[in-house]
């Protein structure tokens, strides 16, 4: 069963998250992932190419009990399956809404820590590092050098520029990406490109939001402009998809 969110919960997260949250809980009944699905075929539902990402995930894991440090851990549905699978799991972020939406939907049940990645102490090292979609937010240089003192592998799931892209708030280059993983030692042992079964994600929700357009305003407290702004970005976000400008990424590293 999908767990169902109150929208009060997840209108203060920050934006356009809580927009996503939205529309999830209205089309889905819930929120379980707040990553890319994986699609097979058209039609399908979010939950299920969602889910697939994350078994694309297990199934490169060690066995119970390897101790796997998940990096951005969402709203800790990944934590809180490999904590149930005898996992020695501990997951964090930095962002305090996400902590306080865990703790509400967990308790104490996973071992969860606001902290930022590049500051993280940890108590030992790991026989995973795990960053599904939030690699993007952490510098190359220093997500590998601290990776570098807490583990020999990582597991990368996200999206990058593959190609040069001159506008703020760009996706990371790839290419960066894996000079900064060679210069700490992280030789790359899987690349698989899972652009094409990522993308029918972005339309999924810019097929929705017009359709949610009055109920962002009214619940979420958006402007017209916001949300005409995010159709505008999507669009373009997509476009980018379509000329192998972003693509989206399964990469593990050892070292």
């Known amino acids: 069963m999908r767990a169902v969110t109150d929208p009060l919960a997840y209108r203060d997260f920050y934006y356009p998250l809580n927009v996503f949250m939205h529309i999830l809980t209205h089309e889905e009944g819930g929120v379980d992932y707040l990553h890319y699905g994986l699609f097979e075929s058209a039609g399908e539902s979010i939950a299920a190419a969602q889910e697939r990402s994350t078994e694309l995930l297990l199934a490169r894991l060690p066995l119970p009990p390897a101790r796997i440090l998940e990096v951005g851990v969402g709203l800790a549905t990944t934590l809180q399956r490999l904590t149930q699978l005898g996992y020695d799991a501990v997951g964090i972020t930095p962002d305090e809404k996400q902590i306080a939406a865990i703790r509400g939907r967990y308790g104490d049940e996973v071992r969860v820590a606001c902290e930022r990645f590049e500051s993280f102490a940890g108590d030992g090292r790991y026989d995973v590092v795990v960053l599904q979609e939030s690699s993007q937010y952490i510098e190359a240089g220093a997500l590998f050098a601290k990776a570098a003192e807490l583990t020999s592998r990582l597991i990368v799931l996200d999206e990058f ?18 000079r900064a993983a060679s210069d700490q030692g992280f030789a790359l042992a899987e690349d698989l490109d899972l652009s094409a079964r990522a993308a029918p994600t972005i339309d999924y929700f810019l097929q929705r939001i017009p359709r949610y357009r009055d109920l962002l305003m009214r619940d979420i407290g958006l402007t017209a402009e916001q949300v005409d ?11 980018f998809y379509r000329r192998g400008v972003y693509g989206y990424r399964l990469l593990q590293f050892a070292r």
């Open 229 to 239: 702004g995010l159709v505008t970005s999507g669009e373009a976000y997509r476009d």
């Open 161 to 178: 520029a593959l190609q040069p892209v001159a506008h703020e708030g760009a996706l990371h280059s790839l290419d960066r990406f894996l």
